[in-house]
């Protein structure tokens, strides 16, 4: 079978996994099973997108143990022939919230040691105007004018939503200040998406994932935003520190502290505005059961109200404030 069938056999499929930005097929072919991964046409695009990801799967293969094997790549259509893994997703069998086994630890800091040791040389090239090396206040902001953006985009059609959640005018308020005192490191090579959903483990190893979010810059926004999106229980959240403590290249962990903090802060202002948005459109689609619908609802009072207390706001919306607020949006569902 040759690249275009596969293709043809993965957009046929029913039996896919899709996130926000690509579907994915598992196919069988005479060399092995093989991961078609297609992106979504007109997928809104929520994150900070630097290069194409098969070009960072080129650039890191050669320094990462456990990223996926890129076999083909066409540009018309686009779609990426990647070598299958055979494994467990994380999420699976340890949702978020719920510990992972020890040895996740161990991969993600040594994934996040791997990266460092990638020679800037090796990897796409940057557009023009991207934060020099150190300059980890240039990079905070390159963050946070997205998420102004998505805010502005937005705000016609979601206004009233906002308004009932509790947003302040400016989402990000006290951003720019905790920008302006991050501490300079040397950037590094970031996978930028490291959650349970993009983590494969097979025989006692994780493999790593979806590389679409890579970027280049301060490796502890990195950490910052893997705890963000693990949600580990207080001991393992911990124990992961404390390895990376140990192991990470000592330049890049000066100032820790007090930037994670900072970064954290602005993952906790996105997350309530992008999935806002996205959760709303979800609520919306006839093929969302009343099932998940509920339980995108109890986790967006969940990332509401982390915002709100970043506010200054100590009460909580309950989830029947999250549904009558959203029917203030366009889609007017009943969610």
């Known amino acids: 079978m040759n690249h275009r069938e596969l293709y ?26 093989v991961n078609v991964r297609i992106p979504l046409a007109g997928a809104d695009v929520m994150d900070v997108r630097l290069w194409r990801e098969e070009e960072v ?27 299958f893994i055979d494994g467990r997703l994380l999420d699976g069998f340890s949702p978020r919230g719920s510990a992972v ?23 796409p090239a940057l557009p023009d105007g991207w934060p020099a090396p150190g300059d980890s206040a240039g ?28 947003y302040p005018t400016d989402p990000l308020i006290g951003t720019e200040e905790r920008w302006a005192a991050l501490t300079a490191r040397p950037f590094a090579t970031l996978h930028a998406d490291l959650h349970r959903k993009n983590m494969i483990v097979s025989g006692g190893v994780t493999w790593f994932l979806d590389w679409e979010l890579a970027l280049w810059g301060d490796p502890v926004y990195e950490l910052a935003i893997h705890l963000h999106k693990m949600d580990y229980p207080a001991d393992q959240r911990e124990a992961l520190v404390a390895r990376w403590l140990r192991t990470m290249p000592t ?12 970064y954290l802060r602005h993952e906790r202002l996105k997350s309530a505005v992008v999935d806002t948005v996205r959760y709303s459109k979800q609520l919306a689609d006839p093929a969302t059961d009343s099932e ?8 967006l009072a969940k990332k509401v109200n982390a915002a709100r207390r970043d506010w200054g706001v100590v009460s ?3 989830t029947e404030d999250i549904r009558a ?3 203030r949006g366009p889609t007017h569902g009943s969610p």
């Open 292 to 299: 998940f619908g509920a339980f995108l609802v109890s986790r």
């Open 325 to 327: 607020g959203l029917r």
């Open 139 to 166: 990079f905070g902001r390159r963050l946070s004018a997205l998420t102004r953006r998505i805010h502005t985009d937005h705000l016609p059609e979601y206004g009233e939503v906002f308004a009932a959640f509790g």
């Open 57 to 83: 799967l080129a650039a890191v293969r050669p320094y990462v143990d456990h990223a996926p094997e890129l076999r083909h790549v066409s540009r018309e259509p686009r779609f990426q022939v990647q070598g």
């Open 316 to 318: 909580d919306v309950t």
């Open 251 to 262: 330049e890049c962990t000066v100032g820790w502290r007090h930037d994670v903090a900072a």
């Open 101 to 123: 086994p020890d040895h996740v630890l161990d991969d993600v800091v040594g994934l996040l040691v791997q990266l460092t040791a990638i020679p800037s040389g090796k990897l």
């Open 8 to 33: 043809a056999e993965a957009l046929a499929a029913t039996e896919t996994a899709a996130g926000y930005y690509n579907r994915n097929t598992g196919l069988d072919t005479p060399d092995g099973r």
